[in-house]
């Protein structure tokens, strides 16, 4: 598991369950991992800076010397994860040996990097609330290794800027050269980009008007992000970790806290799938599953994620017992004379409940208008003339003031009304 290596197996198994039981708790654990395993790297370095990162690449080729590998380069690349820091891209050309690194443009040497034979996936997304386009490359390994996040612009690529075995044009961006790149190495995968054939956002983006976004607003507990509905599977970015859940490791989706104008997405994936971070793993087979929630995601959105989720056959699961609502004995309806209110079979969930509740509120309103009387004054609001004239009818108040106003009637019409009367 991500963040806890190094401990007992009885201690991680006891951790695992744990966060079975309160998936609330996970990254709580990873931090506290991460965070012991950094003082440990201090403590093994006395106290110098644990040199953790740049070893990465060098025990993950223990089998295989990338340094014999020649490689494709682009200088000027910003990387997020697993540092900050702008370093030359480095690209392999042996699939069997070769590797995704940043390298120190100084020093020449790698910081950081993955072996192609430890990429699971690699996910190319647009970047968004940007005036100008930019591309990142999330780089997933299989296990082991940290993460790759690099951005690329999105405009053609300076030619001085990139060494090549192959000739690259002037008129080729920097996105198609990687992917380029990337496809003809990648063992596993190949480079996944967003289809607005699978989704697109209705929410125009105020950035760059007139371009389709292909991702919606989101939040992973504080965490503020973007989802984006891929071909393969659904990824929160761009805050680390990266979080992917391809379709195979989904057991189902469901909706909570549907409100007027915004409304969460939970995804309930195997445990099999993933590490205490919340992070891909391929390699266990545990059935039973975790829910990750992401909320306030806008209203306005819903349709076409839905849409998306139904089209890929996933399994809604917003009706799921676990999730059906409590039914309070609240406008129910009443049967015989004991006052019982009877229930139906099945317990309506949170969607129905609020729908439920809206139409309730709707109601409320059209009965209002229809019991208002503009012309009363001083009578409790909502009571109309109707209400007078059925107190009339007991010989009330308001019985005296109909006889008058019959007075009233004979006096101004006169024989008129006699003739009527005859009728």
Sequence with gaps: MQGLQGFPKDLSSRIKTTIQNHPELADLFHDIGTHINTLTGHIQTNGQAPTSKKRKLESDTSTADTTADTYDSIADISFSIPQRKKLKLEIGHSPEIGAIRGTNPTTGEPEFGIQYNNVEYCICLPVPEKAQPQYSFCILPTSGDDQLLFTVPGTKIKVEAIHSEQPVGEDQSYKDVVIRMLNKRLKKTKV?????????????????????????????????????FLPTGIIFAFKKPLLFYPFHSIASISYTSVLQRTFNLNINVYFSNINTDNTLNNNNADPSTHEIEFSMLDQADFASIDAYIKRRNLQDASMAQQRRAQKFNVN???????????????????????????????????EEDENFDPGSEGESEGSGSSDGEERGEDGGEDGGKSDADGDLVEKELGSEAEEFSDD
């Design 192 to 228: 996944i980009e967003p289809n607005e054939k699978d989704f697109v956002s209705t929410i125009a983006q105020a950035h760059r008007k007139g371009e389709k976004a292909v991702h919606v607003k989101a939040f992973r507990g504080s965490k503020d992000g973007f989802l984006f």
């Design 332 to 366: 129910g309806v009443k049967n015989g004379d004991d006052g019982e209110v009877a229930h139906d079979d099945e317990e309506e969930g949170e969607l129905q409940k609020a729908q439920r509740e809206a139409q309730d509120m709707e109601d409320e309103d059209e």
